[in-house]
Antibody
């Protein structure tokens, strides 16, 4: 079945970078966009952007432009999200999710299990 | 502050029907479909409703969605203890050129 499996928890110091991976299984990796969504402790969901695994094209939320880079490796069906210049308020669980649907009717299914990134000195 | 507005909490007793609202604007809910996600404690979000009112296979028909204008609603009938979770609405926003979420509604089964 379709699965997204993310890399393990990370602890980083302020100013450092973190790179989270999202390994995909059970479908054609290049056929579906991958999105990244984060959730701060006790807070709601925040969309960060997407990558088109076929072309490598990206679209980042304005809040993260200049700090986030989304890439992919089609040889192992894996998407990556790198966030730089980390601050304490970047402490969150980061999720990848596959976009499904067509045209203007799309949704996220499934989601990865999440990766906790803790930023602390 | 979330772009889509949801009540922070909702509650009901087993067997009751509860509804959760999601209010947006013409650039998101008013012009695009709405999806709902269920997040059980300490787990990743899971798709609950897509395209305003469609249920993925495996989601009980106790869950239903609707949309009118710039608002959407999630209804849960025959409330069960396992429905206790956080619920999020989401839609594409044409002005922001990105996905927006509601702040989430924590459902408590009393």
């Amino acid at each position: 079945q379709v699965q997204l499996v993310q890399s393990g928890a990370e602890v980083k110091k302020p100013g450092a970078s973190v790179k989270v991976s999202c390994n995909t299984y059970g479908y054609t990796f290049t056929g579906y966009y991958i999105h990244w969504v984060r959730q701060a402790p006790g807070q709601g969901l925040e969309w960060m952007g997407w990558i088109n695994p076929n072309s490598g094209g990206t679209n980042y939320a304005q809040k993260f432009q200049g700090r986030v880079t989304m890439t992919r490796d089609t040889s192992n069906s894996t998407a990556y999200m790198e966030l730089s210049r980390l601050r304490s308020d970047d402490t969150s669980v980061y999720y990848c999710a596959r976009e499904v649907g067509s045209g203007s009717q799309n949704w996220f299914d499934p989601w990865g299990q999440g990766t906790l990134v803790t930023v602390s000195s | 502050q979330s772009v889509l507005t949801q009540p922070p909490s909702a509650s009901g007793t087993p067997g009751q029907r509860v509804t959760i609202s999601c209010s947006g604007s013409s650039s998101n809910i008013g012009s695009n479909t709405v999806n709902w996600y269920q997040q059980l404690p300490r787990t990743a979000p899971k798709l609950l409703i897509y395209n305003n009112n469609q249920r993925p296979s495996g989601v009980p028909d106790r869950f239903s969605g609707s949309k009118s204008g710039t608002s959407a609603s999630l209804a849960i009938s025959g409330l069960q203890s396992e429905d206790e979770a956080d619920y999020y609405c989401a839609a594409w926003d044409d002005s922001l050129n990105g996905w927006v979420f509601g702040g989430g509604t924590k459902l408590t089964v009393l």
